[in-house]
């Protein structure tokens, strides 16, 4: 007796030849293409590099929120100063 096995459509070439060979692994009969959902959606390289870049692009934010401490200095202790009145 064989048993039919229900095809998808592959990601990578399009064709419906995705086929479920054991729980967590996918093959594509066309194009040899493999997926292993036993790991989650995403890999640890995948992890790795998205958490990366949201710790680079906060730095960045924070690295440019005050890109001259200088400037914003002098202009704060000119505020504070107390304005003399040349008019007596």
Known sequence: MSQQQDTMEC???GEKGLVRR???LYQCLSC???RDFSQGFFGKETLL???G????ILLLLLVNKNPNPQDSSEGLNSTLKPKINSNK
């Open 49 to 51: 590099t998205v958490v």
């Open 53 to 56: 870049l949201i710790i680079l």
């Open 22 to 24: 054991s729980q967590n």
């Open 11 to 13: 990601p990578r070439c």
């Open 32 to 34: 040899n293409f493999r």
